[in-house]
């Protein structure tokens, strides 16, 4: 069987559990109404009969489980028409914006023959998908039969534009567009509406749908509600708890065909350039990954946000190649023409990419919005700041620590004083709880840090400052790693085991001889 007719089976298999659910909502009603109607002629328990007295109490009971039943279905069919399908946040991209990108699209569609996507949208991402439009919500019209759904919109991850090569970027989308060929086909088309209604069901009342995936956002989850509302809330998410659970096999398989059948029918263009787009793949997300959480996770700490992500993921791999010899002659595919150059400003959508970026991954900041930042300006504005900011942290822990009769100096020979006397932990304790007053819950990308791990950080930072300030350092950008230390023009890396030793065993001498060699002054201030 050709994976277009399995896909279509489990469709049509949804597509029962639908109807068996309105045909069991349905039946006691009708088997209500036989009773009434046998009433009333005279024919199912005549008045003066000898059963009439079981008739009646039949009537009667039958007539309570249709109305039950009639108001669970009520309840289920209102919250399914109000719940909507969660949408992935993206940056919709314009014919206008890109209209060489449309070009290509349209023209491999055309060689698939399958519907070209109704539009396209980048989102911050290493992945590219189908988004199907979401449909209108239903009114109180008379029930229609179900229509073929529009073309769904083209999400493509926006690291690939700037990464990849224009025909390599044709290759990798080539099995992703052949999928539109599903949304034409009415019987999928209403499978996915109904289970995406069902999730989305579920969804907005705070739960999740198990195995039926849905957006990187979703809804916000509706304030509780107590009494009778509370009880029917209840009563429908089980009901369709039930309906996911009989769907959830057909559903997992469903896709799983259709993702074939669009394997299947994209496997005759540039098949061969897609197994090397792939490569790419891997690479793109491992250079996304880490530009996100080493150069602008730092960033959006100080509530700045770099400008241009996507170009400094094209930096990030470059570099990446350059150290990584796994990575040999990837440098050279950058003579090809970018797959950005598809776009007609790709500064401009680079920027809001990257805003998106700064809003799904970390949050908006709680005051003051966000300030853009270009990457020239990442070593004073992230960088320097990021070192004040800890070692302004460090220092006020070390007071509370240590109180003096006048504020204490920040110095390295007050901090590292205290490291050797053992009292680590009371500054870890005291940083993490200084953070914890501070800040929001930790974000989507902010990794869980003890407080070990905090003052490590913060000691770091302190050291960083006195470089700087007392032994011409200068604070730098890695594109892999994120902030570093560049004294004499040079990138230090052999500060962390000293620092770990210093924090973690109150051996502070061979930090005392890491500073020493590079001729920092310990007894001079920080400036903070």
Request: glycine content about 10%.
């Amino acid at each position: 069987m050709a994976a277009v007719d399995i896909a279509r089976a489990h469709a049509q298999a949804v597509l029962r559990v639908r109807g068996l659910a309105r045909a069991a909502a349905a039946l006691p009603t009708a088997v209500a109404v036989v009773l009434l109607a046998g009433r009333f002629t005279g024919r199912i328990g005549a008045p003066g009969a000898s059963d009439a007295a079981g008739w009646d109490a039949a009537r009667w009971a039958v007539c309570a489980v249709a109305a039950l039943t009639l108001l669970v279905a009520g309840l289920t069919a209102r919250a399914l028409r109000r719940a909507v399908p969660p949408s992935t946040p993206a940056v919709p991209l314009d014919r206008a914006e890109a209209p060489e990108l449309y070009r290509l699209i349209d023209e491999l569609a055309d060689r698939l023959d399958v519907p070209a996507p109704s539009a396209v949208a980048l989102t911050p991402d290493c992945d590219s998908w189908l988004e199907d439009v979401p449909s209108a919500r239903p009114t109180a019209a008379p029930p229609q039969p179900d229509p073929a759904e529009p073309a769904p919109v083209l999400v493509i991850g926006s690291p690939f534009l700037w990464w990849m090569r224009a025909g390599e970027l044709r290759a990798l989308l080539a099995p992703v567009v052949a999928g539109t060929a599903a949304s034409a086909d009415p019987e999928i088309a209403a499978a996915r509406r109904f289970l995406r209604r069902l999730d989305a069901c579920l969804d907005s009342g705070g739960g999740t749908a198990p195995g039926l995936g849905g957006g990187i956002l979703a809804a916000p989850p509706r304030p509780p509600r107590r009494g009778p509302a509370a009880l029917a809330d209840r009563v429908v998410r089980r009901v369709v708890r039930r309906l996911l659970g009989a769907c959830r096999g057909h559903s997992a398989e469903l896709e799983r065909s259709v993702a074939g059948w669009a394997s299947e029918q994209a496997r005759a263009v540039d098949y061969g350039l897609r197994i090397a787009a792939q490569e790419q793949v891997g690479l793109a997300y491992a250079g996304w990954d880490r530009l996100l959480t080493r150069v602008a996770l730092p960033a959006w700490r100080l509530g700045r946000h770099p400008a241009h992500l996507n170009a400094g993921v094209v930096s990030a791999l470059t570099e990446l190649s350059r150290r990584d010899r796994l990575a040999d002659g990837y440098g050279s595919r950058l003579g090809d023409r970018p797959a950005c150059d598809l776009l007609e400003e790709p500064g401009t959508v680079d920027r809001a990419v990257s805003r998106l970026a700064a809003d799904l991954f970390f949050g908006r900041p709680a005051a003051g919005g966000w300030h853009e930042l270009e990457w020239a300006d990442y070593p004073a504005e992230v960088v320097d700041a990021g070192w004040r900011a800890g070692a302004a942290a460090l220092q006020t822990a070390l007071d509370r620590l240590a109180p003096q009769s006048r504020p204490g100096a920040p110095t390295l020979t007050r901090l590292l004083g205290r490291l050797a006397e053992g009292d680590g932990e009371l500054l870890a304790a005291a940083l993490a709880a200084q953070l914890a007053r501070t800040t929001a819950p930790a974000p989507l990308l902010e990794p869980d840090r003890s407080g070990r791990d905090l003052l490590v950080d913060h000691v770091t930072a302190m050291v960083c400052c006195a470089a700087v300030d007392t032994a011409g350092g200068a604070p730098g950008l890695d594109w892999l790693d994120g902030p570093v230390l560049l004294l004499g023009g040079v990138r230090r890396t052999d500060l962390a085991g000293p620092v770990a030793q210093a924090v973690e065993q109150g051996q502070d001498g061979p930090l005392r001889a890491w500073l020493d060699a590079a001729d920092v002054r310990l007894e001079k201030p920080v400036r903070l």
